[in-house]
Nanobody, 121 residues
Framework: QVQLVESGGGLVQPGGSLRLSCAAS????????MGWYRQAPGKQRELVAT???????NYADSVKGRFTISRDNAKNTVYLQMNSLKPEDTAVYYC???????????????WGQGTQVTVSS
């Protein structure tokens, strides 16, 4: 019913920047909170940043001041601008959205397939 598709990952040198995008599509009535999570090899998935429909943001301490989350409600898209990247930012980044679908108005949590971010020289 709802699909999330991430893009923008890749290989970048320490200190570099990347911008991730996540577009939601399908039987969407309204999208509430959106967010980015990441999972490094051998570690649990962790929150990176979230944003409410009214643009209230929340960040993990490890990315504060370096990453910026934003969204375009008209495009059902959330972004993550990542600056001053460090090797410890290497992970698969997942998009998440809290969505109310059309017709049934059921509300659920949806995830993208993930995009790899590698920070290495």
């Amino acid at each position: 019913q709802v699909q999330l598709v991430e893009s923008g990952g890749g290989l970048v040198q320490p200190g570099g920047s990347l911008r991730l995008s996540c577009a939601a599509s399908g039987s969407i009535f309204v999208i509430y909170d959106m967010g980015w999570y990441r999972q490094a090899p051998g570690k649990q998935r962790e929150l990176v940043a979230t944003i409410t429909r009214r643009d209230t943001t929340n960040y993990a301490d490890s990315v504060k001041g370096r990453f910026t989350i934003s969204r375009d409600n008209a495009k059902n898209t959330v972004y993550l601008q990542m600056n001053s990247l460090k090797p410890e930012d290497t992970a698969v980044y997942y998009c998440n959205a809290d969505v109310m679908v059309q017709v049934t108005t059921r509300r659920g949590d949806y995830w993208g397939q993930g995009t790899q971010v590698t920070v290495s020289s």
